[in-house]
């Protein structure tokens, strides 16, 4: 469908798509999560040719696609998200009586989002930005990711179907494709009142700046990538130097290092143990049986970045394996904090299984990489009980660095939940108030509107006084699921 | 102070800040309206002075200013609009164990902050934008107003007086003055983290042009004015003619019309009450006393915009008179419907004792007209109980166009509490998913941040199990008051 036509239809649509209920927007997420598992085999099947991940890999995508398709039905329907909040009239307030002020957040109007190539499904056509907006009462129009053109049309099917069954008009979602001009101008279409993207630096740093380039400019929301810093204390990496290094490597090497949220920097200290915790980092990485990229154009950015950086200054390649045109080969490299600070090219994302170690000598430097980040969506921090007070430390400096600090575990694995923020400040996204994973994305497509001194009739339902679906609602500045009694 | 050594000293000074407790913040903002108050009438005179605004209106206006603060005082100390959110482990869940999420909102950084010279005290250095972001944590470099020097430099000195009481840093709050170029440069650097602006259209839209092409964009909060368009009904006109005149003119006339929010657009119907109407509103703007305008710019500006428009075609003047180097002489005009629709110059915002009347014909007109504004702080809606399905069809257009939307009584008038917004639809503001006034306001200099697997001497208080302040959290989906049990 041409983009004009898109988003002509978004905007009627729209119309009728924001008086819906929550019950109504509601069903139809249930429904698309229908419609998708009715697909079956063929689905995975079509993902697994276009994208070259393996089938258990898609059949895990699928079911957290759903899952987060009926975790926004849910959160719609118990409808609190809207933050109402009433200030009743005080007629009888000095020197001037105070009206009626009832707010709460409404959707912002047509969505465009565009779909990830690692994702091809929870971060695609019925993900992650499209079940959200959908979820929050705005219209959507997809734009296909030359990825997985076939993958994309079938799951296109499920939603057309899904708002056929739910007595939806069709222009609530539509299905757009073409290059990157058809990208352009649908982010510069007067019609488009948000953008939701998740990809390169490049192509998201682009949308946004035509996106502010506007005369009427709109929120951007891309998720860019990151390079997911990891720090080791040197009493942890002492106590437990080789399952550290299969931890890690494991997170480097998970589906082909093609996570957003993957450890490109690995900081160690520079002790004792760091000779074994390399040497088990590399036996790692090189007995890693390489599985093939996304597609050539991933494969090849990956041996290029790879290749420019190995040929810094002051950089050791340690595992270095020869390239590819399809098959994402695990690679490692060392260098020290000092020359991690001098050269900025080393904070950029080498999407693929590669991980550079940097090396710290104390806590000075270390504290002193900590403070030079740039944003990231994660940064991890493995230490002991004993090192609380540099743990402490670096809390402070990297809670400002990132939207998730781990102190255990991974950053791969991003759980769909209410406390998960997959955001951070730029360049991990564009808009650090926001999230991409998790209940709070729902907000990222609404904005508040107060009614002053309305007739009941009047508002929408979670502003009356009955409170009919009780929501818990901010009344006189005190939360409550109570009615206002008339 | 020069701008970039203020900005250095904010940074340094939201180390220690960020990591008051919620009972410092709200005592330094308590102590900052005692210090104002404590400034007695110098303040009032000297405001008075600077902005030829009327001593009665200044001591509203220092009410206003230091109700707000202590507003954001209760705000941060009752504690709950961090938004925690907490996900318990769920070490059994299959296939993977899901680890402990807790989330909650973080302070951005140092925000710089422009003040409006229309409110010297409620929107300038200790005004909103300062007190919500000092609230959320932030440090802030004030960029004085020319309007208002004296003004702004005795509420800078009342700040310093409670920071040093409170044995905050200074850093915390700096004054810096200097012309646009100072500005521009204050925009431009690295440490700042977000701006606030309450001007005009081309003062803000420059800074949020600027704040775009950073190497790192930051957030940009600019309320720059709007037309407030009101809409009488044809029932209500007929019932109360010369009442509504009355109570629009009033409106109009407020302040010498040097409110964001006066209606600068009021749509009658073209019926046999528009004539009595008309005259009832000439009566008003010809008699009203012209009032000192805040500076002679003002006045300028407002002569000219007038000029302008009154030349406009189609646009008949009602109400002209000789224009004057400071007064701020009432003014009116009447066009209608289809002449305002051909013409996006009569949607121009004219800051000043005016108003333009465009008559409709009929329903379809009106919603015409509803559905071409641009983005507006305000929308108001005059109708009877008889007029229920057109004021339906009427805030369905409307609510998607403004931040606020009345049903009866007058747009200026700006409450400070928990259910206002003052913010709007693109080019009301430059982010219309904020407020710029009431409790909300907090929550622009703030980003979620996500703790996973922390020990608990490593979380922030508000994300510790025993919730010893007491706030409201999301625990598994639940909004409780409730501890976790250890």
Chains 1, 2 share one sequence.
């Not at 890693?288 to 950086?309: F, R």
């Amino acid at each position: 469908m041409p983009y004009n036509e898109a988003l002509k239809k978004a905007t009627q649509a729209f119309e009728v798509y924001k008086k819906t209920t929550s019950s109504q927007r509601a069903l139809l997420l249930r429904t698309i999560a229908e419609e998708i598992e009715a697909l079956g085999d063929e689905l995975l099947e079509t993902a697994s040719r276009e994208s070259n991940l393996p089938l258990a890999r898609l059949t895990g995508e699928r079911g957290r696609t759903c899952n987060q398709l009926r975790l926004f039905a849910d959160v719609v329907e118990e409808g609190s998200w809207v933050e109402a909040t009433i200030d009743t009239a005080l007629p009888g307030r000095q020197p001037l009586p105070r009206p009626d002020m009832r707010r709460m957040l409404v959707p912002l109007g047509p969505v465009v989002v565009f779909g990830a190539s690692n994702f091809p499904l929870a971060f695609s056509t019925a993900g992650g930005d499209s079940a959200s907006a959908l979820a929050s009462g705005c219209t959507v129009v997809y734009k296909e990711h030359p990825g997985h053109p076939k993958t994309s049309q079938l799951v296109y099917k499920a939603i057309s179907n899904a708002l056929q069954k739910c007595g939806l008009p069709e222009g609530v979602f539509q299905h757009v494709s073409g290059g990157v001009e058809v990208g352009q101008e649908l982010v510069k279409h007067p019609a488009t009142k948000a953008v939701a993207f998740t990809g390169s630096y490049k192509g998201g740093k682009a949308i946004f700046d035509l996106a502010m380039q506007r005369e009427v400019p709109v929120p951007v929301y891309a998720e860019m990538g990151s390079t997911n810093p990891l720090f080791i204390l040197p009493e942890k990496l002492k106590e437990d130097t080789a399952q550290l290094a299969r931890q890690a490597a494991a997170s480097v090497l998970l589906g082909s290092g093609q996570f957003c949220t993957c450890p490109g920097l690995l900081f160690v200290p520079d002790s004792d143990v760091t000779t074994p915790f390399m040497e088990a980092l590399e036996e790692e990485l090189s007995k890693a049986t390489p599985a093939k990229m996304l597609h050539e154009g991933i494969a090849g950015n990956y041996y290029t970045g790879l290749g420019k950086l190995l040929k810094e200054q002051g950089v050791q390649a340690i595992v270095q394996q020869e390239t590819d045109v399809l098959e994402g080969r695990a690679a490692l490299a060392r260098t020290d904090v000092q020359q991690w600070l001098q050269n900025p090219a080393l904070q950029e994302e080498i999407f693929g299984p590669f991980t550079l170690v940097v090396t710290y000598k104390n806590t000075d430097e270390l504290l002193a990489a900590a403070n030079a980040l740039q944003g990231q969506l994660t940064c991890t921090l493995w230490g002991t009980n004993q090192e609380e007070q540099l743990q402490q430390n670096l809390t402070d400096v990297l809670r400002d660095k990132c939207g998730r600090l781990l102190f255990a575990g991974v950053p791969t694995g991003v759980e769909v939940s209410h406390a998960m923020t997959h955001g951070g400040p730029f360049p991990a996204t564009t808009d650090s108030r926001s999230t991409s994973v998790g209940v709070y994305a729902i907000k990222r497509f609404a904005r508040p509107v107060t009614f002053q001194s309305a007739p009941q009739a009047l508002l929408p339902q979670e502003l009356q006084n009955g409170n009919s679906t009780g929501i818990w609602r901010t009344i006189n500045g005190k939360l409550t699921q109570s009615s206002i009694n008339e």
